[in-house]
């Protein structure tokens, strides 16, 4: 299998010469097989290649577009191999290229392969020695588990996946962002992308977000909402929510999810339970293309209460954080129910208006709605504890379990003096104003049926 290895160099000559070493040693490459993209940087990095006669290589000129610089890359240095693209602070450790090139010969509709950061699974870094060792001892191939966005910094793309995608797109800044619309683009069509969980790259040092320390985080917010028509790109599975389904791994069961989004719970189900059988409703209907690439997805407003399904089809329905986007959310849940078998049940995962931080602004005059958040200017209901309760009583509805998500477990003196003195004149229940979210799993009240 033909390979180029895209070393992105941002800062650091001698992180630069170790990737290079490492290359050499442990994954076999050659000169010939490395292309390296100086960013524009470090003075000393475009020295240092200017003066070197081993490497093709290409410089940008001030933080150059990075759309733009791997378009030109692909285009003028790499036409019929596969890419691994690579930050030049994470090193490919022992065959970690090879395993790579491997995993794509299962699907010919894979078209990128993720490693795994080595340094991300331990709290105390090994050093790269270390490390070795631990995955000498540790050699048994995972099982293929299927992401639905790129990372930027280390990835293994297909050639057949370039080919078919084609250009970056250019009129984003941000290199996270060009690689969520690059991703969902060959969703789209329908490509997969797979964590090679035998992979390992090593991370050096962290590297400094460069472009979005000069640009700022939202510098593509609004080309990628009029392209996608969405105001955040969330390719993280909601733990705590997929957490709440009790079965085995290998048992066949049915999941709905309302408001799917573009399908990372449903995606993690997937790869948790590869026997479920899972679907989505999405109001979004770029968003549900992208999350048709694994399940089955309707596009549609659940307001519409207009869902194609059999009575009694399904063991859970899922609502992550979509309830307070809906105008009249008690409605939707008590239509749901009769779709529901007859032991089957809702898992929601609710926002807290009562958490201390609202309710701080609140007793200074401020009911501020944000991008994002608990005032996410989106949301046009809201809850507390007791509404939720109340809210799946009325709809026929008994509590099974609940439980909440703090934000940020560690709060500062200032803010628990703040709860404690909340807590003198409200509800002493201090879980009332420590809840960022609630997580409900609901059954149907046979009484009320």
Not at 41 to 60: G, H, M, P, T
Not at 82 to 103: P, R, T, V
Not at 168 to 194: A, H, N
Not at 260 to 270: Q, Y
Request: net charge negative; proline share 2%; with cysteine.
């Amino acid at each position: 299998m033909k390979l180029k290895v895209f070393l992105m160099v941002y800062q650091g000559l001698e992180i630069l010469q170790l990737n290079l070493k490492c290359l050499y040693s442990m994954s076999g490459v050659s000169d010939e097989d490395i292309f390296i993209i100086d960013m524009g940087i470090d003075a000393e990095v475009r020295e240092w290649l200017e003066n070197q006669k081993r490497f093709s290589y290409i410089c940008a000129e001030k933080m150059e577009n990075y759309a733009s610089i791997l378009n030109t890359a692909i285009k003028e240095f790499s036409t019929v191999e596969n890419i691994l693209l690579l930050n030049a602070n994470f090193i490919c450790l022992d065959h970690c290229i090879q395993k790579l090139e491997e995993a794509c010969f299962d699907d010919e509709k894979i078209g990128a392969v993720i490693p795994v950061n080595f340094v991300s699974l331990f709290p105390e870094k090994p050093n790269i020695a270390e490390a070795l060792e631990i995955i000498k001892k540790n050699t048994t191939k995972g099982e293929q588990k299927e992401v639905i966005k790129l990372p930027y910094e280390y990835v293994f793309l297909t050639r057949r996946f370039i080919n078919e995608i084609g250009k970056m797109d250019e009129q984003l800044l941000l290199p996270d962002t060009v690689m969520v619309d690059y991703s969902f683009r060959g969703l789209c069509q329908k490509w997969k992308y797979i964590l090679a969980e035998d992979a390992f790259v090593y991370e050096i040092i962290s590297q400094m977000d460069f472009y979005t320390s000069f640009l700022g985080e939202n510098a593509d917010r609004n080309v990628l909402k009029t392209k996608w028509g969405m105001n955040y790109f969330n390719g993280v599975p909601n733990e705590n929510l997929v957490k709440a389904i009790d079965r085995q791994k290998d048992e066949a069961f049915t999941v709905l999810e309302i408001g799917c989004d573009c399908g990372a719970n449903l995606l993690h189900i997937k790869n948790l339970f590869p026997k479920a059988q899972l679907f989505g409703t999405e109001i979004n209907s770029r968003a549900a293309i992208v999350a048709s690439s694994f399940c089955e997805v309707i596009t549609g407003n659940i307001e519409d209460c207009n869902l194609p399904y059999p009575e009694h089809i399904f063991d859970y329905i899922l609502f992550g954080d979509v309830l307070e986007h809906l105008r009249d959310p008690e409605k939707v849940v008590a239509y749901c129910k009769r779709f529901l078998k007859q032991q089957g049940k809702i898992i929601a995962c609710i926002p807290n208006l009562m958490h201390y931080t609202v309710l701080r602004d609140l007793i200074n005059g401020n009911f501020t709605y944000q991008d994002t958040g608990l005032l996410d200017r989106t949301h046009i209901h809201f809850f507390t504890y007791n509404e939720i309760v109340r809210m799946f009583s009325r709809a026929g509805y008994q509590i099974d379990a609940s439980s909440y998500i703090e934000l940020d477990s560690s709060m500062s003196e200032e803010d628990k003096q703040f709860v404690a003195q909340i807590k003198r004149i409200g509800t002493d229940e201090e879980f009332f104003y420590r809840a960022f979210q609630y997580l409900v799993v609901a059954k149907s009240d046979a009484i009320k049926c």
